[in-house]
Protein backbone atom coordinates (compact mmCIF):
# COMPACT_ATOMS: atom_id res chain seq x y z
CA UNK A 1 0.00 0.00 0.00
CA UNK A 2 1.14 3.43 -0.73
CA UNK A 3 0.03 6.69 0.49
CA UNK A 4 0.68 9.45 -1.47
CA UNK A 5 -0.20 13.25 0.15
CA UNK A 6 0.08 16.59 -1.86
CA UNK A 7 0.40 20.05 -1.09
CA UNK A 8 1.25 23.38 -2.35
CA UNK A 9 -1.60 24.48 -4.52
CA UNK A 10 -3.37 27.80 -4.22
CA UNK A 11 -4.54 31.26 -6.40
CA UNK A 12 -1.96 32.54 -7.84
CA UNK A 13 -2.17 35.23 -10.85
CA UNK A 14 -1.56 34.20 -14.46
CA UNK A 15 2.22 34.58 -15.12
CA UNK A 16 3.38 33.22 -11.47
CA UNK A 17 4.64 30.00 -10.29
CA UNK A 18 3.98 27.65 -7.96
CA UNK A 19 5.63 24.28 -6.51
CA UNK A 20 3.49 21.11 -5.77
CA UNK A 21 4.79 18.10 -3.69
CA UNK A 22 3.77 14.70 -3.23
CA UNK A 23 5.00 12.75 0.05
CA UNK A 24 4.95 9.19 -0.48
CA UNK A 25 4.72 6.68 2.51
CA UNK A 26 6.98 4.42 0.90
CA UNK A 27 10.99 4.98 -0.48
CA UNK A 28 9.98 6.09 -4.00
CA UNK A 29 13.52 3.75 -5.08
CA UNK A 30 10.50 1.38 -5.05
CA UNK A 31 8.13 2.71 -6.81
CA UNK A 32 8.15 2.33 -11.28
CA UNK A 33 6.97 5.38 -11.97
CA UNK A 34 5.36 8.95 -10.90
CA UNK A 35 3.27 11.27 -12.02
CA UNK A 36 1.14 14.36 -11.85
CA UNK A 37 -2.33 14.27 -13.27
CA UNK A 38 -4.80 17.17 -13.32
CA UNK A 39 -8.85 17.23 -13.76
CA UNK A 40 -10.35 20.34 -14.74
CA UNK A 41 -14.09 21.03 -14.32
CA UNK A 42 -16.03 19.17 -16.95
CA UNK A 43 -13.02 17.63 -18.78
CA UNK A 44 -11.21 14.37 -17.89
CA UNK A 45 -8.01 13.73 -15.78
CA UNK A 46 -5.22 13.72 -17.83
CA UNK A 47 -1.17 13.12 -17.70
CA UNK A 48 0.95 16.10 -16.92
CA UNK A 49 4.77 15.45 -16.12
CA UNK A 50 5.85 11.86 -15.54
CA UNK A 51 9.22 10.33 -14.63
CA UNK A 52 10.53 6.87 -14.52
CA UNK A 53 12.83 5.43 -11.85
CA UNK A 54 15.89 5.45 -14.25
CA UNK A 55 14.66 9.17 -14.81
CA UNK A 56 13.50 9.69 -18.03
CA UNK A 57 10.40 12.62 -17.54
CA UNK A 58 7.62 13.26 -19.96
CA UNK A 59 5.56 16.35 -20.19
CA UNK A 60 2.17 17.31 -21.50
CA UNK A 61 2.61 19.49 -25.09
CA UNK A 62 1.08 22.11 -23.45
CA UNK A 63 3.04 22.35 -19.96
CA UNK A 64 6.60 21.94 -21.85
CA UNK A 65 8.95 24.48 -21.13
CA UNK A 66 6.79 25.70 -17.96
CA UNK A 67 6.82 22.95 -15.57
CA UNK A 68 9.04 20.39 -14.55
CA UNK A 69 9.14 17.25 -12.40
CA UNK A 70 11.62 16.15 -9.92
CA UNK A 71 11.94 14.36 -7.14
CA UNK A 72 14.48 13.72 -3.59
CA UNK A 73 14.70 10.35 -2.41
CA UNK A 74 15.98 11.43 0.89
CA UNK A 75 12.62 13.05 1.15
CA UNK A 76 10.62 10.76 -0.90
CA UNK A 77 8.91 13.43 -2.43
CA UNK A 78 8.18 14.30 -5.95
CA UNK A 79 7.83 17.98 -7.12
CA UNK A 80 6.07 20.01 -9.97
CA UNK A 81 7.43 23.37 -10.59
CA UNK A 82 5.52 25.02 -12.43
CA UNK A 83 6.01 28.33 -14.09
CA UNK A 84 4.38 31.00 -16.24
CA UNK A 85 1.05 29.65 -15.21
CA UNK A 86 -2.16 30.26 -17.55
CA UNK A 87 -5.85 30.61 -16.17
CA UNK A 88 -5.94 27.09 -18.42
CA UNK A 89 -3.62 25.37 -16.08
CA UNK A 90 -6.34 25.63 -13.29
CA UNK A 91 -7.30 22.41 -11.78
CA UNK A 92 -7.01 19.55 -9.16
CA UNK A 93 -3.63 18.27 -9.70
CA UNK A 94 -2.84 14.95 -8.61
CA UNK A 95 0.19 12.90 -7.87
CA UNK A 96 0.00 9.42 -9.20
CA UNK A 97 2.50 6.76 -8.41
CA UNK A 98 2.90 2.87 -9.87
CA UNK A 99 4.02 -0.09 -8.59
CA UNK A 100 2.54 -3.28 -9.85
CA UNK A 101 -0.83 -1.13 -8.66
CA UNK A 102 -1.65 2.31 -9.46
CA UNK A 103 -2.26 4.98 -6.70
CA UNK A 104 -3.46 8.28 -6.36
CA UNK A 105 -3.08 11.31 -3.90
CA UNK A 106 -6.24 13.28 -2.56
CA UNK A 107 -5.72 16.21 -5.20
CA UNK A 108 -4.38 19.64 -4.15
CA UNK A 109 -6.33 22.80 -6.04
CA UNK A 110 -4.67 24.91 -8.47
CA UNK A 111 -6.60 28.07 -9.24
CA UNK A 112 -4.86 30.51 -11.90
CA UNK A 113 -6.89 33.89 -12.28
CA UNK A 114 -6.46 36.35 -15.19
Known amino acids: QVQLVESGGGLVQAGGSLRLSCVAS????????MGWYRQAPGKQRELVAG???????NYADSVKGRFTISRSYGKNTVYLEMNSLKPEDTAVYYC????????WGQGTQVTVSS
Open 51 to 57: ITSGGTT
Open 96 to 103: NAEVSLVY
Open 26 to 33: VSIFRLNT
